[in-house]
């Protein structure tokens, strides 16, 4: 539990034990920091060229019926949707930054620094919904672990991070008492459903290979077109491209360097959770209950990849990992624990880092919502999983 190491072969539960879980959260961060830099050096540049101004009034008549205390026009929408877009693409490492900026933007809003804003917890909580279009990484390890079909879990895990997401939405909205029913967000939803379900189709036609060069191209192509864009407005607007890229990649590094205390803490716990064998007693626990009530009890084998899942991205998938090689990629479990993954993100992991990006201390109801939201998600899937799989 102490000095333990996941690659020691002594190790029998090959995890990281509290010593090195330290060493990976401050290389986490360290890893961090060129990319924020980057990511943020493009922000500035969008920001002075206008371009965030622009985007805010595009999605304006949608974000001010859910963000209502955003004034019309700030930057902080722009933020949001390049936040959201990244994570619809699979664009993690696009996604954080993008959203540390937005958590920013809104801490200039926010009356009180220490509490969490309305705005704040409706915006983490639909992105730690973890709305994702295509979960190429989860294929590409079902396709490794030689799965007869690696791309069959992608139509479950779209209806499930979707629903998670309408799920994290309302939640939030009934507790702000906002209105859900108002025309703007009625259009949205439903026209952003209209392109997911014509995606899919489209999708479900390709085969692995094109699944996954289909995706590539798409997200990263995307972000280029994106870094074209903001750097081709600046030069219409005859902004320093270079100086403005300077100006905010700086914040880059003093951002990564301010979360570390919050990763620490958050990935101790999560190790002391798992070499405690904490997970294991949960696991049996629940088997004996549905012995006890005739209930199926296959869904189980599948469940430690959602109870890791909101504590970490990468335990969870090894625990899938560990699950489809265990049980087999085509075994109920091994689908299951494959559309568990793609349903929802790292909700512990979100609260700590971006609350802690901007020194919010009181986070409100923002876990119990993004918790009901992922257990939305989890019987979701386990659903899908019947449905598709039997």
Not at 18 to 28: L, P, S, Y
Not at 317 to 337: E, Q, V, W
Request: with cysteine; hydrophobic share 50%.
């Amino acid at each position: 539990m102490i000095v333990g190491k996941a690659d020691d072969p002594g190790n029998p539960l090959h995890v990281d034990g509290v010593i090195e879980t330290c060493w990976t959260a401050v290389n986490i961060c360290l890893k961090l920091i060129g990319i924020m830099a980057l990511f943020m050096g493009f922000m500035s540049i969008a920001e002075r060229a206008g371009g965030i101004r622009v985007l805010s009034r595009i999605i304006g008549p949608f974000f001010s019926k859910l963000f209502p205390d955003v004034p019309k026009g700030h930057p902080a929408t722009g933020h949001m949707v390049m936040n959201f877009s990244a994570n619809l693409l699979g664009l993690d490492n696009a996604a954080t930054p993008f959203g540390l900026k937005a958590m920013e933007s809104l801490q200039e809003l926010n009356p009180n620094k220490e509490r969490a804003s309305n705005a704040q917890i409706m915006f983490l909580c639909l992105h730690a919904s973890g709305l994702t279009l295509i979960p190429v990484s989860i294929i590409a390890i079902r396709a490794s672990l030689n799965a007869a079909n690696p791309t069959e879990i992608f139509i479950p895990c779209m209806i499930a991070t979707f629903v998670a997401t309408i799920a994290a939405m309302l939640i939030v909205s009934f507790k702000q008492k906002i209105n859900v029913l108002a025309p703007a967000i009625l259009l949205w939803v439903l026209g952003l459903s209209s392109v997911i379900a014509l995606l899919v189709l489209y999708l479900t036609s390709l085969s692995t290979e094109g699944l996954q060069s289909f995706s590539g191209i798409l997200s990263n192509g995307l972000l280029l077109f994106i870094f074209f864009i903001i750097v081709l407005g600046a030069v219409y607007k005859k902004i320093d491209v270079f100086d403005a890229f300077v100006d905010g990649a700086k914040g880059g590094f003093d951002t990564a360097i301010r979360i570390i205390p919050y990763l620490v803490g958050m990935l101790i716990a999560i190790s002391l959770l798992r070499t405690s064998g904490t997970f294991d007693v949960v696991i049996n626990g629940m088997k004996q209950v549905c012995l006890f009530f005739h209930v199926d009890s296959r869904f189980i084998d599948g469940i430690p990849t959602a109870l890791i899942r909101p504590l970490s991205g990468g335990g969870a998938r090894g625990m899938m990992i560990d699950t489809m090689t265990t049980h087999g990629p085509d075994s109920f479990a091994g689908r299951l624990s494959s559309i568990l993954q793609g349903s929802s993100d790292t909700t512990f992991y979100v609260i700590a880092v971006y609350f802690g990006a901007v020194n919010v201390k009181d986070t409100r109801y923002a876990i119990g919502a993004m918790l009901l939201a992922d257990l939305v998600g989890v019987i979701t899937a386990i659903s899908l999983a019947y449905l598709f799989f039997g």
